[in-house]
């Protein structure tokens, strides 16, 4: 026994291991390399189309974002005949060899990619080919190169190497034996004997290779051999392990690069595979499988196979892995329908587990959503980036707002891109907090974003951990054996209740302002559409545009993935987006205006307006037609011709000048800076303004943070408030406005302020040219009403939140997710502020604040440089926001009248019908539509006040079979035959979703276009 100090020993054995290394791989010769370059991706079939270089190593071939088809040619020597040859390519940049045909064979990643170390190396440069040369053998590969690192970096766009090369296998294997051993020795206790043997055995092993060679070699692993077979006792943790490669959909890329990294990923798992029978992988998001099925089907069908083998798990149960704060619930809805109907149909899979590693918080919905989809586990592992409190769980049932719960795992090691290295193992048990109640955790291994996932060094490591004295046991299987597993223990853990906050990442409620808008205006567009669509196939039975609606839902939850509905890539993402964006939008209100057209027709009368209405309460408003004002009412869920629903107009008591805005119910007066002085309710008699304070002051912070985080302490660095530069009062029918223009350095913001007579909101319509940076923009409510706690519409629902900060928990909250309304209320009054697209907001004290507009510079440089439109309203009520229904004037504020010209009469005149009726205040229609797989429509409704409510719902039509169905569209129970009227119970914030037979179209509509 050698009386060297163990640190000496220790230093030693990583001297010789990084020795071993540089000895592993022997270059022989170089591949003679030729490059087509290209700006953007062309097929195999055109790869010789581009800019055509010779290369050697050094040489540049592009620049950032540049592609091209990668030739590689030689011919192994006859010295190496017998050896084990293999070929070391690094282009600077990510590649993907394809075979003969095209089809994607194996991705590799340069070496000095951008990633975190303290995980591994991410390089994959080594390609396997022919185990035992007999020299003489060809060499022939095709290569589609982009020239990017895994994060979008550029490394120089330059030839790194291209050899053929022997590879030692002894001496690689040697390799792992060392860096197992090593790590382990670091992480047992110094006084341990097991320690104590592995030190003795690498510093003899060491002392062996002094000079590396075959027989030298050989020795040393017999030495290290003994300990490495050290097996382990009865486990108190085991350690479930699945291959990973989070593959974000675009971040610092644009979309079409994340084509081609899933192809570079999905080959490099094959191959593994081939070389790794214990290998087991999991890829999340249909999307990402659709777009390989479409761009490279043979590669998928490799995929498919493996699937059905079951060594590659299918996993999530969304279309994407979403951001959940921002989307809308009836895309969360979407969601898990298109994700799960993919797996099942391509893969006769059944989801049982969400996927999201790496999402910026979670919705208090969601629970509900997954357990009425057949969703019975979550997976996750953000929480562990809170900044000021631990999540107290690595295990828990998570708990909904409605009650509902769902078994949740945050795999203690805090990270999806685990080394599955000693010490990942040693940190999981050292980490997991449920370990007392619980002898089951995970482990996601690998490199993700392109870096194609595990590499060798990942499985080698994991075959050497299988049951190794001094750690864990780990097994590769897939997640859902894991999740069934722990499923046996969940009596025992800890229930955590409400939304799964992230103390990180606020600022993405609000940059890329742009996409958030026009996701919430697709959103109500498509419920208006799906609307439309039903009531035109119900009545008549016209073709329902199911194939399109589909397509188009499925590019709206492509934009909600977390780093693009979050406003977190790079400009060329939100540049494309933008585009889509608008294209979609227009299409979507063109088949709307078509849609809403045909039913006019319906009425009799050509040429004549008709008002519709896709809420479910009757509506009273004012509508502008040809230059002409109507008071009109149209019923729920229903329609009318201008001229049967116009009522007796009575216009009385407006005012507008440039201090003051007063209608029937309100009066407004102004401070000469154009801030609100006073909003006074007369009908109850109220103020909402808290005396001596401003309202909708226009407060500009300084804020050097990212897309994800803005300062903390902004409120401690205000930059100034926008200027008041012009002021314009007048009259227009029935409302009363003043419009404001302001300015602060080179940007500008118009705003119409607006009454309307019987109106009960203030209307702020906004049109802002942005052009600071590094800036964030703020308007906020001092309000007469101060409570404890704020209620936050989120999706299905609203929260609770606080708005004292006596608690680290509570001051980790500032910065808070909320859709359309926001309110402060007592039981005798209240102040809500609502919202036509924006998510962040603040409520502290009796302060309500609205996040508008925010000018990182990373990772897009021009974020939010540009022009916005949206609209705000402040609502004053008498009673808490439940009992003056706070929620419907969210709803009105986004979803407004639709007003079409009937543009034929039909011959068949049809009186108007509303399509549903519900006879309770609290329960709201969320979507319309037609079933997936039969000829039904589908209804969603919920609970929104948090109560339980008994509604009697009415179908505008003979009904032939009313049922209830999960989420999923799977008939759970049958309510009525023949007959148009059932009765629901619901539990608070219950999610009910009806199938309902109409008799008119039971039998002759034909499904689908």
Request: overall charge negative; aromatic content about 10%; hydrophobic content about 35%.
């Amino acid at each position: 026994m050698p009386y060297e100090r163990n640190e000496i020993i220790l230093n030693k054995a990583k001297l010789i291991f990084s020795d071993l290394q540089r000895h592993i791989y022997k270059p022989v010769s170089s591949l003679t390399v030729t490059a087509w370059v290209t700006s953007e991706p062309v097929p195999f079939e055109e790869r010789t189309q581009g800019r055509k270089v010779q290369l050697k190593p050094g040489e540049q071939w592009g620049k950032l974002w540049d592609c091209a088809w990668f030739h590689f040619e030689g011919i192994v020597p006859d010295s190496l005949a017998g050896s084990h040859v293999v070929l070391l390519i690094d282009v600077n940049g990510e590649l993907c060899l394809v075979d003969r045909e095209g089809t994607p064979r194996q991705g590799l990643t340069n070496v000095n990619s951008e990633f975190d170390y303290r995980l591994g190396l991410p390089g994959k440069r080594v390609v396997d080919i022919i185990p035992s040369a007999r020299g003489g053998e060809v060499i022939d590969l095709w290569a589609d190169g982009g020239c990017n690192d895994l994060f979008g970096s550029y490394r120089s766009g330059t030839l790194k190497e291209a050899d053929i090369a022997v590879c030692e296998d002894e001496v690689r294997e040697l390799y792992y034996d060392f860096e197992v051993l090593i790590e382990l020795a670091e992480h047992l206790p110094d006084s341990s004997a097991r320690r104590a043997r592995i030190l003795q055995c690498l510093y003899e092993a060491s002392n062996e290779l002094a000079e590396i060679d075959a027989g030298r070699v050989r020795r040393a692993k017999n030495k290290v051999s003994e300990e490495l077979a050290q097996r382990g006792g009865d486990p108190a943790l085991t350690i479930s392990a699945i291959g990973h490669a989070h593959i974000d959909l675009a971040w610092l890329w644009p979309i079409r690069e994340t084509i081609r990294k899933g192809a570079r990923t999905f080959s490099t798992v094959l191959r593994n595979m081939e070389k790794y029978p214990d290998y087991v992988f999991g890829a999340s998001q249909p999307q990402l499988y659709q777009w390989i099925k479409d761009h490279h089907p043979k590669l998928y069908d490799q995929v498919k196979e493996r699937v059905m083998e079951g060594r590659w798990e299918a996993q999530g149960a969304m279309w994407v892995e979403p951001d959940t704060n921002i989307s809308g619930g009836e895309a969360l809805v979407r969601q898990i329908l298109y994700g799960k109907r993919f797996f099942q149909k391509e893969f006769g899979k059944e989801m049982k587990v969400l996927w999201m590693p790496d999402v910026f918080g979670y919705t208090g919905s969601l629970p509900q959503l997954l357990r009425k989809s057949g969703v019975d586990y979550m997976m996750t592992q953000k929480l562990s980036w809170n900044v000021y409190n631990a999540h107290p769980h690595h295990s828990f049932l998570w708990e909904g707002i409605d009650g509902s719960r769902v078994l949740t795992h945050l795999p203690p090691e805090e990270t999806y891109n685990s080394p599955a290295a000693p010490r990942s193992l040693v940190k999981i048990e050292s980490n997991y907090a449920d370990k007392g109640v619980s002898e089951n955790a995970l482990m996601l291994f690998g490199i993700g974003d392109g870096g194609g996932g595990p590499g060798e060094e990942h499985l080698e490591r994991l075959a050497r951990e299988k049951n190794l004295s001094g750690i864990p046991p780990v097994v590769q299987e897939p997640s859902i054996s894991f999740f069934r597993r722990l499923e046996r223990e969940a009596s025992r853990f800890q229930t955590y209740k409400g939304e799964l906050y992230l103390e990180k990442h606020q600022g993405t409620l609000t940059t890329q302002a742009r996409n958030k808008r026009y996701n919430r205006k697709l959103e109500k567009s498509l419920r208006e559409l799906e609307f439309a669509a039903s009531l035109l196939w119900m009545l008549c039975g016209e073709s329902y545009p199911a194939a399109r609606l589909e397509e188009i839902w499925k590019e709206v939850l492509l934009y909600q993935f977390h780093d693009i509905l979050p406003g977190s890539s790079i400009g060329r993402v939100y540049d494309e987006s933008l585009i889509r964006y608008e294209t979609l939008l227009t299409q979507v209100r063109s088949m709307l205006e078509e849609t809403y057209c045909s039913v006019a027709g319906l009425t009799g009368w050509a040429h004549e307006p008709v008002l519709f209405n896709s809420l479910p309460w009757d509506r009273r408003e004012w509508v502008e037609w040809n230059g002409e004002w109507y008071d009109v009412l149209i019923p729920a869920m229903g329609y009318r011709t201008l001229r049967e629903a116009a009522q007796e107009p009575i216009i009385d008591g407006l005012r507008a000048d440039d201090r003051a805005l007063e209608n029937n119910r309100l009066s407004i007066r102004f401070d000469e800076d154009g801030s609100i002085l006073s909003v006074y309710d007369k009908t109850i008699g109220r103020e909402a303004i808290q005396p001596g304070c401003k309202a909708n002051v226009f407060t500009v912070y300084h804020d050097n943070g990212d897309a994800w985080d803005f300062p903390r302490d902004y409120r401690d660095m205000a930059a100034g408030t926008m200027n008041l530069e012009r002021t314009t009062a007048y009259i227009n029918g029935p409302k009363a406005i003043v419009e404001q223009e302001y300015r602060y350095g080179e940007s500008t913001l118009e705003q119409k302020i607006t009454l309307t007579m019987d109106g009960s909101t203030v209307e702020f319509q906004t049109k802002a040219d942005w052009r600071e940076s590094g800036k964030m923009l703020r308007v906020s409510f001092p309000t007469t009403v101060s409570s404890d706690l704020v209620n936050c519409e989120i999706q299905f629902g609203y929260l609770k939140r606080p708005t004292t900060r006596n608690t680290m928990i509570e001051f980790a909250k500032d910065e808070i997710c909320a859709h359309q309304y926001i309110d402060l209320s007592r039981p005798d009054f209240g102040v809500a502020l609502i919202n036509d697209c924006k998510y962040g907001h603040t409520a502290q004290m009796n302060v309500l604040d609205l996040n508008l507009l925010r000018s990182p510079s990373y990772p897009d440089p021009n974020a939010d440089r540009a022009i916005h439109e949206f609209t705000y309203a402040l609502y004053p009520h008498a009673g808490d926001f439940i009992d003056a229904g706070v929620y419907r004037k969210g709803y009105e504020s986004n979803i407004p009248l639709t007003i079409v010209e009937a543009r034929r009469a039909d011959v068949e005149q049809r009186s108007p019908v509303q399509l549903v009726q519900i006879e309770h205040p609290y329960v709201m229609v969320e979507s319309v539509k037609k079933a997936e797989d039969s000829d039904h429509l589908i209804f969603r409704l919920f609970e929104t006040a948090g109560t339980e409510a008994n509604a009697t719902v009415y179908f505008g039509m003979p009904c032939q079979l009313i049922e209830e169905t999960d989420l999923m569209e799977n008939p759970i129970g049958k309510l009525k035959e023949n007959d148009s009227r059932v009765e629901l119970p619901f539990t608070p914030f219950e999610i009910k979703t009806l199938r309902v037979q109409f008799r008119a179209t039971a039998d002759n509509v034909e499904k689908g276009e």
